[in-house]
T-cell receptor
Framework: AQSVTQPDIHITVSEGASLELRCNYS??????LFWYVQSPGQGLQLLLK??????LVQGIKGFEAEFKRSQSSFNLRKPSVHWSDAAEYFC????????????FGGGTRVLVKP | KAGVTQTPRYLIKTRGQQVTLSCSPI?????VSWYQQTPGQGLQFLFE???????NKGNFPGRFSGRQFSNSRSEMNVSTLELGDSALYLC??????????????FGPGTRLTVL
């Protein structure tokens, strides 16, 4: 069975500073990996996805993530955070055999200090 | 293209009642998935429908059920509501071309409160 761990429940970062959110997954084969963002009272918006190929993936809003098979990780990064990046971020894993089912991590809430 | 729409956005029910939530996917999308989001359990997969057939099911009791219509709109039903069913219920749609995985687009959710 798939599982996803996001070790950091909360992260506080200053505006303009860099951000890195950690994600570790457990899955026997090559997974499909995703990062979603959720603003208060909103649904989930896809930031980026990894299916195969280049392990460094670029997404929207200046985010990128790197797939590291040896570490079973898919960490999300942004070089310079904006106040509008304050939200909750979810890492998710899917599998070809599981249809469109996603397994989500517990989420990381990001607070941005002025 | 219009996004995924969910109705109603907010709902208050009492224990023992039943509730039906609706999801209209993006035009042309054939797959609809449902998720429950709670502070304690996080985001959990309920089920997925593709071309009117349930393709996948999560670990929820039989009180949770769903269906999909020929126009791909989907409904989920929760019977005999319990306090623990209070949650944000999210619907996601994707192009769903059979076995291939497709990007999922989420709706804004229905906030269900059970009193």
């Amino acid at each position: 069975a798939q599982s996803v761990t996001q070790p950091d429940i909360h992260i506080t970062v200053s505006e303009g500073a860099s951000l890195e959110l950690r994600c570790n997954y457990s899955y026997g084969a090559t997974p499909y990996l995703f990062w979603y963002v959720q603003s208060p009272g909103q649904g989930l918006q896809l930031l980026l996805k990894y299916f195969s190929g280049d392990t460094l993936v670029q997404g929207i809003k200046g985010f990128e993530a790197e797939f590291k098979r040896s570490q079973s990780s898919f960490n999300l990064r942004k070089p310079s955070v904006h106040w509008s990046d304050a939200a909750e971020y979810f890492c998710a894993v899917g599998a070809r055999a599981a249809g469109n089912k996603l397994t989500f991590g517990g989420g990381t809430r990001v607070l941005v200090k002025p | 293209k219009a996004g995924v729409t969910q109705t109603p956005r907010y709902l208050i029910k009492t224990r023992g009642q039943q509730v039906t939530l609706s999801c209209s996917p993006i035009s042309g999308h054939r797959s609809v998935s449902w998720y429950q989001q709670t502070p304690g359990q996080g985001l959990q997969f309920l089920f997925e429908y593709f071309s009117e057939t349930q393709r996948n099911k999560g670990n929820f009791p039989g009180r949770f059920s769903g269906r999909q219509f020929s126009n791909s709109r989907s409904e989920m039903n929760v019977s005999t509501l319990e306090l623990g069913d209070s949650a944000l219920y999210l619907c996601a749609s994707s192009g769903g071309t059979g076995s291939a995985y497709n990007e999922q687009f989420f709706g804004p959710g229905t906030r269900l409160t059970v009193l």
